[in-house]
Protein backbone atom coordinates (compact mmCIF):
# COMPACT_ATOMS: atom_id res chain seq x y z
CA UNK A 1 0.00 0.00 0.00
CA UNK A 2 1.21 3.73 -0.81
CA UNK A 3 0.01 6.20 2.21
CA UNK A 4 1.49 9.21 0.89
CA UNK A 5 3.19 9.23 -2.41
CA UNK A 6 6.37 9.80 -3.20
CA UNK A 7 8.69 10.33 -6.12
CA UNK A 8 10.20 7.47 -5.97
CA UNK A 9 6.64 5.86 -5.84
CA UNK A 10 5.74 8.00 -8.77
CA UNK A 11 8.66 6.34 -10.48
CA UNK A 12 8.26 2.64 -9.73
CA UNK A 13 4.38 3.06 -10.58
CA UNK A 14 5.25 4.47 -14.26
CA UNK A 15 7.61 1.62 -14.66
CA UNK A 16 5.17 -1.17 -14.03
CA UNK A 17 2.75 0.46 -15.56
CA UNK A 18 4.88 0.13 -18.58
CA UNK A 19 6.06 3.79 -19.43
CA UNK A 20 9.45 4.89 -20.57
CA UNK A 21 9.59 7.99 -18.38
CA UNK A 22 11.99 10.61 -18.53
CA UNK A 23 12.69 13.84 -16.04
CA UNK A 24 12.63 16.99 -17.16
CA UNK A 25 14.31 20.32 -15.80
CA UNK A 26 11.86 20.97 -12.87
CA UNK A 27 12.38 17.30 -12.08
CA UNK A 28 9.16 16.00 -12.85
CA UNK A 29 8.59 12.65 -14.89
CA UNK A 30 7.16 13.05 -18.15
CA UNK A 31 6.21 10.44 -20.91
CA UNK A 32 6.10 11.16 -24.92
CA UNK A 33 2.92 9.76 -26.84
CA UNK A 34 3.95 9.87 -30.44
CA UNK A 35 1.88 11.40 -32.80
CA UNK A 36 -0.27 8.68 -35.19
CA UNK A 37 -3.19 9.11 -37.60
CA UNK A 38 -5.17 9.80 -34.90
CA UNK A 39 -3.53 13.35 -34.08
CA UNK A 40 -0.76 14.57 -36.11
CA UNK A 41 1.78 16.19 -32.96
CA UNK A 42 3.58 14.21 -30.21
CA UNK A 43 1.79 14.61 -26.91
CA UNK A 44 3.84 15.36 -23.82
CA UNK A 45 3.02 13.76 -20.55
CA UNK A 46 3.92 14.90 -17.28
CA UNK A 47 3.93 13.71 -13.85
CA UNK A 48 4.68 16.12 -10.99
CA UNK A 49 4.46 14.76 -7.31
CA UNK A 50 3.90 16.98 -3.93
CA UNK A 51 5.98 14.72 -1.56
CA UNK A 52 4.85 17.20 1.36
CA UNK A 53 1.48 16.20 0.48
CA UNK A 54 1.09 13.18 -1.65
CA UNK A 55 -0.39 16.00 -4.13
CA UNK A 56 -0.13 14.01 -7.90
CA UNK A 57 -0.71 15.83 -11.21
CA UNK A 58 -0.80 14.97 -14.79
CA UNK A 59 -0.58 17.36 -17.26
CA UNK A 60 -0.32 16.85 -21.00
CA UNK A 61 0.34 18.81 -23.83
CA UNK A 62 0.70 18.91 -27.55
CA UNK A 63 4.46 19.68 -28.85
CA UNK A 64 3.89 22.20 -32.07
CA UNK A 65 0.09 22.60 -31.10
CA UNK A 66 -0.32 26.12 -30.14
CA UNK A 67 -3.80 27.52 -31.16
CA UNK A 68 -3.32 30.80 -33.43
CA UNK A 69 -4.99 33.61 -32.00
CA UNK A 70 -7.75 34.10 -34.57
CA UNK A 71 -8.92 30.23 -33.22
CA UNK A 72 -9.09 30.86 -29.42
CA UNK A 73 -12.27 31.37 -29.09
CA UNK A 74 -13.04 28.22 -30.91
CA UNK A 75 -10.48 26.22 -28.56
CA UNK A 76 -12.00 27.83 -25.54
CA UNK A 77 -15.65 26.25 -26.33
CA UNK A 78 -14.43 23.26 -27.45
CA UNK A 79 -12.35 22.92 -24.04
CA UNK A 80 -15.87 24.13 -22.30
CA UNK A 81 -17.79 21.73 -23.77
CA UNK A 82 -15.02 18.62 -22.85
CA UNK A 83 -15.23 19.96 -19.33
CA UNK A 84 -18.57 19.74 -19.45
CA UNK A 85 -18.78 16.50 -20.82
CA UNK A 86 -16.69 14.74 -19.06
CA UNK A 87 -15.38 14.22 -15.30
CA UNK A 88 -11.36 14.37 -15.96
CA UNK A 89 -9.12 15.47 -16.58
CA UNK A 90 -9.87 19.20 -17.33
CA UNK A 91 -9.17 20.78 -20.34
CA UNK A 92 -7.86 24.79 -20.71
CA UNK A 93 -6.69 27.04 -23.32
CA UNK A 94 -4.19 29.86 -22.29
CA UNK A 95 -5.04 32.94 -24.39
CA UNK A 96 -1.62 34.87 -24.58
CA UNK A 97 -0.23 31.89 -26.60
CA UNK A 98 -3.12 29.45 -27.46
CA UNK A 99 -1.35 26.54 -25.70
CA UNK A 100 -4.13 23.86 -24.79
CA UNK A 101 -3.19 22.03 -21.59
CA UNK A 102 -5.01 18.86 -20.29
CA UNK A 103 -4.43 17.72 -16.90
CA UNK A 104 -5.42 16.15 -13.41
CA UNK A 105 -4.68 16.53 -9.81
CA UNK A 106 -5.81 14.53 -6.88
CA UNK A 107 -3.78 13.88 -3.28
CA UNK A 108 -2.62 10.23 -2.52
CA UNK A 109 -3.28 10.54 1.20
CA UNK A 110 -4.86 7.52 2.49
CA UNK A 111 -3.47 3.97 1.95
CA UNK A 112 -3.96 2.66 -1.62
CA UNK A 113 -2.77 -0.24 -3.31
CA UNK A 114 -0.21 0.54 -6.16
CA UNK A 115 -2.51 -1.09 -8.55
CA UNK A 116 -5.38 1.51 -7.97
CA UNK A 117 -2.96 4.22 -8.99
CA UNK A 118 -1.97 2.51 -11.81
CA UNK A 119 -5.13 1.92 -13.39
CA UNK A 120 -5.97 5.53 -12.55
CA UNK A 121 -2.74 6.73 -14.24
CA UNK A 122 -3.37 4.65 -17.30
CA UNK A 123 -6.79 6.08 -17.52
CA UNK A 124 -5.69 9.72 -17.04
CA UNK A 125 -3.28 9.01 -19.82
CA UNK A 126 -5.33 7.51 -22.19
CA UNK A 127 -7.92 10.61 -21.43
CA UNK A 128 -5.53 12.87 -22.25
CA UNK A 129 -4.63 11.48 -25.81
CA UNK A 130 -7.84 10.96 -26.77
CA UNK A 131 -8.94 14.67 -26.00
CA UNK A 132 -6.88 15.51 -28.16
CA UNK A 133 -7.48 12.88 -30.90
CA UNK A 134 -11.46 14.44 -30.96
CA UNK A 135 -10.52 17.89 -30.37
CA UNK A 136 -12.00 20.29 -33.12
CA UNK A 137 -11.39 23.65 -32.97
CA UNK A 138 -13.71 24.39 -35.90
CA UNK A 139 -16.91 23.42 -35.31
Known sequence: MINKLTKTDLRNLLDKGGYASRVDSDGDFYITLEADSDFAHDVLIFFACGEDNGRLTITGMASDFDVPQSDVPNAIVACNDYNINF???TAQV???NGRIVV???WIV???VSPEYLIAEIK???SSIWQFFCK???NK
Open 109 to 111: GNP
Open 135 to 137: LDI
Open 103 to 105: NRT
Open 87 to 89: FFP
Open 123 to 125: TTV
Open 94 to 96: FPN
